[in-house]
């Protein structure tokens, strides 16, 4: 009794082994794979995939920064800029200001349930084998089952949706026998961008400013009554200044009211991070917004830079809130005195802002640039170039007004409150884990005041700025608002260790030999170089033609200066105010100022923000490996 019970307990783990025998038989393939669009802001596949081909036809050396060198390979493709075709073909509604859906009902851009990805059986095959595909995985009906079958050739790529995060598992057959099987987890990474005009790509609008060489435009006079005529002006049938078809031939953003685009430092480090990583997605929600501070922009509304029939109508925390809850989930909250760090932020008393309860997802990375319109830094650079008799001065230049470090230094205690109270609302509003702090990334202001040799201040002079008459560096101001630089530097530093951020700070000396009046000493011909602004006299046009600057072009100085602004963005107000001012000579000129300050000056160019963008990069690597599980 007893041996046949053995014999048939032997017979069956024969037949058991015997069974499993293609199972256990070692296959003689992989499968190799890879997201179909790892970059999920971007609608068009194909967009992202040029960019993963120019990543991966980086040398070993261009690949230690790698985003510097796409940034100038692309721009040797179109020194008009990458983005123009681009941006309009992405998963951001400027009408709504939102990210969900973009793909059509039901598919949530915020949460996916699935990514597609590509595979290919690596293995020998006859080129006639068809490939015989199964994924299997989790499904409503069933715990475990096959979700998706299709016959193809061998030689073929196919295309799989898998559940997301759960994954599934894929095997191939040629002829009934299976050649590899392979379990595929797509990582999709979710990174938040909130900020100022630093963070949001001011100055390097996606579609800039087209300029024609056939007529210029006047401004009348200056207060000083001095001419100002001459100017370049956009191309197109527009019969004067500031009508409907001029405004038409503005330049284009992804956010037209916060001046925010596709070379913002924080899209191009998740860019990065998509396009490196064939196995990980990047879902990407950028926020940013030219002018905001930590009170007004993040914790209260603030309407942007520039007028916008679509203005944003929440503050960045709230709109952040609103995604990680999703379809109208978050929940208005009236925050009487939980933010105002004891009385000491009496503007964030009774403030509403949209708190998510329950969130889909956790925020992998959460990119800041924040502190310096708190400070009042634009105005330090507004009085290190207004001559002190100027008109433009004495009625308060622009940004909220002019004046010197003393007044400046008053602001840092109160940005070290702002800072507590940001990342309060960081953990308790966006749900970052108190223990996971350096998720948290707070970027450094790079360095703007110095010449070529990276030591030397930028001399005094209006190299750069000769668009205005009363536009001229003072060396002495300029050194008092690059030492207050230095203690804005200091006090960000040590905000974001005590809070436990990650704080970047490697790209602030790369800029040294970048400042606004840097030029190559090598080329010092080329038009990227040229400091001059183009003007028309004698029936021809000074420096060079208007239509040949090219906004994007690879130059030695990584900020944009005034006459760069001018020529890039060239900001013209519209409406009302337009007409009022363009209707007299001795208003006109104030276009000219905005044309020249709000579309950008002294904010990074494409390259700067690349240069910022690999700093971050190496940072966020670190801390996803960290925290990947």
Same mark, same amino acid.
């Given at each position: 009794?007893?041996? *046949?019970?053995?014999?048939?307990?032997? =017979?069956?783990?024969?037949?058991?082994?015997? $069974?499993?025998?293609?199972?256990?038989?070692?296959?003689?393939? +992989?499968?190799?794979?890879?997201?179909?669009? +790892?970059?999920?802001? !971007?609608?068009?596949?194909?967009?992202?995939?040029?960019?993963?081909?120019? /990543?991966?036809?980086?040398?070993?050396?261009?690949?230690?920064?790698?985003?510097?060198?796409?940034? *100038?390979?692309? =721009?040797?493709?179109?020194?008009?800029?990458?983005?123009?075709?681009?941006?309009?073909?992405?998963?951001?509604?400027?009408?709504?200001? &939102?990210? *969900?859906?973009? *793909?059509?009902?039901?598919?949530? /851009?915020?949460?996916?349930?699935?990514?597609?990805?590509?595979?290919?059986?690596? $293995?020998?095959?006859? #080129?006639?084998?068809?490939?015989?595909?199964?994924?299997?995985?989790?499904?409503? &009906?069933?715990?475990?089952?096959?979700?998706?079958?299709?016959?193809?050739?061998?030689?073929?790529?196919?295309? !799989?949706?898998?559940?997301? #995060?759960?994954?599934?598992?894929?095997?191939?057959?040629?002829?009934?026998?299976?050649?590899?099987?392979?379990?595929?987890?797509?990582?999709?990474?979710?990174?938040?961008?909130?900020?100022?005009?630093?963070?949001?790509?001011? $100055?390097? #609008?996606?579609? #800039?400013?087209?300029?024609?060489?056939?007529?210029?435009?006047?401004? $009348?006079?200056?207060?000083?009554?001095?001419?100002?005529?001459g100017y370049p002006t956009r191309r197109g049938d527009w019969k004067k200044v500031g009508d409907a078809a001029f405004l038409r031939e503005a330049a284009r953003w992804q956010s037209r009211a916060c001046h925010r685009s596709l070379y913002s430092y924080q899209l191009r480090t998740a860019l990065q991070l998509a396009v490196e990583d064939p196995h990980r997605a990047v879902t990407f929600a950028g926020f940013a917004c030219s002018g905001s501070e930590i009170t007004v922009g993040l914790f209260l509304r603030y309407k942007g830079n520039e007028w916008d029939k679509h203005p944003p109508q929440l503050p960045q925390l709230s709109y952040v809130s609103e995604e990680l809850c999703g379809k109208g989930d978050s929940t208005p909250k009236d925050y009487t005195s939980g933010y105002t760090q004891l009385g000491k932020l009496p503007e964030l008393e009774n403030m509403v802002l949209n708190k998510c309860y329950k969130p889909r997802r956790k925020i992998d990375l959460l990119l800041v640039s924040i502190g310096g319109n708190d400070v009042g830094f634009s105005s330090l650079v507004a009085n290190a170039i207004m001559q002190d008799k100027s008109l433009l001065k004495k009625v308060g230049g622009w940004l909220g007004g002019v004046y010197g470090p003393s007044e400046a230094r008053k602001a840092l205690g109160v940005l070290k409150t702002r800072y507590k109270a940001l990342n309060k609302a960081f953990h308790y509003m966006l749900k970052i884990p108190w223990k996971q702090s350096d998720r948290i990334i707070l970027s450094a202001y790079p360095r703007m005041e110095r010449t070529e040799d990276g030591v030397t201040l930028c001399p005094s002079g209006n190299a750069g700025m000769s668009l205005y008459p009363d536009f001229s560096v003072v060396n002495s101001k300029l050194k008092q608002a690059s030492d207050f630089a230095d203690e804005l530097f200091d006090l960000m530093k040590t905000s974001s260790r005590a809070h436990g951020w990650t704080f970047v700070d490697e790209h602030r000396d790369q800029f040294a030999s970048h400042g606004f009046c840097a030029v190559n000493s090598d080329d010092p011909e080329l038009i990227a170089e040229q400091m001059d602004l183009p003007r028309y006299a004698d029936k021809e046009w000074s420096s060079y033609q208007p239509s040949e600057y090219l906004p994007y072009a690879s130059r030695q100085r990584w900020f944009r200066t005034p006459n760069d602004a001018y020529m890039t963005g060239h900001f013209h107000t519209s409406g009302a105010v337009s007409n009022g001012l363009m209707r007299h000579k001795r208003t006109k000129w104030f276009q000219v100022v905005m044309a020249g300050t709000y579309s950008g000056s002294f904010h990074p160019t494409a390259e700067g923000h690349a240069v910022i963008a690999d700093a971050v990069v190496k940072k966020a690597r670190n801390i996803l490996r960290k925290y990947d599980k």
């Open positions: 009794m007893k041996l *046949r019970i053995l014999k048939q307990i032997t =017979a069956s783990l024969i037949m058991i082994i015997a $069974g499993l025998g293609g199972s256990l038989a070692k296959a003689d393939g +992989s499968i190799e794979w890879r997201v179909e669009n +790892s970059f999920r802001l !971007f609608l068009n596949p194909e967009h992202t995939n040029a960019q993963v081909d120019l /990543y991966r036809s980086l040398s070993a050396q261009e690949k230690k920064n790698p985003v510097l060198s796409m940034e *100038r390979k692309l =721009a040797d493709n179109n020194q008009r800029g990458w983005a123009e075709d681009i941006f309009t073909q992405t998963c951001w509604d400027n009408t709504r200001n &939102r990210y *969900r859906f973009c *793909r059509g009902k039901g598919v949530d /851009y915020i949460n996916p349930k699935t990514h597609k990805v590509l595979v290919r059986y690596k $293995g020998s095959f006859e #080129p006639t084998d068809r490939c015989e595909w199964a994924l299997l995985g989790k499904s409503k &009906r069933s715990r475990r089952g096959t979700l998706h079958r299709q016959v193809s050739l061998c030689g073929d790529e196919v295309g !799989f949706q898998i559940p997301f #995060p759960k994954g599934g598992r894929l095997s191939v057959s040629i002829n009934g026998v299976k050649k590899a099987n392979q379990r595929i987890r797509v990582k999709d990474i979710f990174i938040v961008g909130v900020g100022d005009s630093f963070a949001s790509g001011e $100055g390097n #609008p996606d579609d #800039p400013v087209k300029f024609t060489d056939d007529h210029s435009a006047d401004y $009348g006079l200056d207060p000083n009554k001095r001419p100002m005529k």
